[in-house]
T-cell receptor, first 112, second 115 residues
Framework: KQEVTQIPAALSVPEGENLVLNCSFT??????LQWFRQDPGKGLTSLLL?????REQTSGRLNASLDKSSGRSTLYIAASQPGDSATYLC???????????FGGGTRLMVKP | DAGVTQSPTHLIKTRGQQVTLRCSPK?????VSWYQQALGQGPQFIFQ???????QRGNFPDRFSGHQFPNYSSELNVNALLLGDSALYLC??????????????FGPGTRLTVL
């Protein structure tokens, strides 16, 4: 059974810092990995999707890497801003279009 | 292009009642998945519908059932509500034919409170 863990569970940083969020999964037979952002009480916004054959994806100030063999992914946020404050979730898929298994999320607060 | 939509936004029910939640997928998508998210936790997979059939199911009791219509929209039904069913219910859609890029897009969710 796939299990996904995110560390840390919560993080508070001053504005402008670069930061790294971690995600680990127990079964390396994944099809893809997605990072999501969730604002309080809202739905999930997809940030980045990395296919199993890829090593990283970038979107603006966000960079996600994937090391499938070791079961790890990191989300790097450059020059953090107060608007980045949210919960960040990672999820893995066993095959195309199939169920996503989520981690518990990292709750990020960026202080002005 | 409308994204994934869900209705209603909020719902309050009492124990033992039944509830129906609705989801319309993103334009061009044919697969709908449902997730339950308890407060402070990551979403848990309930089931997935494709071509009007349940394709995969998570570890949820038979009180949770669903349906997909010919226009790809979907309903989630929960019978005999328990206090523990209180959660944010999320719908996600994807396109089954996009090999290698089955990105899932989520709706805003329905907040269900069971009293």
């Amino acid at each position: 059974k796939q299990e996904v863990t995110q560390i840390p569970a919560a993080l508070s940083v001053p504005e402008g810092e670069n930061l790294v969020l971690n995600c680990s999964f127990t079964d390396s037979a994944i099809y893809n990995l997605q990072w999501f952002r969730q604002d309080p009480g809202k739905g999930l916004t997809s940030l980045l999707l990395i296919q199993s054959s890829q090593r990283e994806q970038t979107s603006g100030r966000l960079n996600a890497s994937l090391d499938k063999s070791s079961g790890r992914s990191t989300l790097y946020i450059a020059a953090s801003q107060p608007g980045d404050s949210a919960t960040y979730l990672c999820a893995v898929s066993g095959n195309a279009g199939n169920m996503l298994t989520f981690g518990g999320g990292t709750r990020l607060m960026v202080k002005p | 292009d409308a994204g994934v939509t869900q209705s209603p936004t909020h719902l309050i029910k009492t124990r033992g009642q039944q509830v129906t939640l609705r989801c319309s997928p993103k334009s061009g998508h044919d697969t709908v998945s449902w997730y339950q998210q308890a407060l402070g936790q990551g979403p848990q997979f309930i089931f997935q519908y494709y071509e009007e059939e349940e394709r995969q199911r998570g570890n949820f009791p038979d009180r949770f059932s669903g349906h997909q219509f010919p226009n790809y929209s979907s309903e989630l039904n929960v019978n005999a509500l328990l206090l523990g069913d209180s959660a944010l219910y999320l719908c996600a859609s994807s396109f089954a034919g996009t090999k290698g890029l089955a990105e899932q897009f989520f709706g805003p969710g329905t907040r269900l409170t069971v009293l």
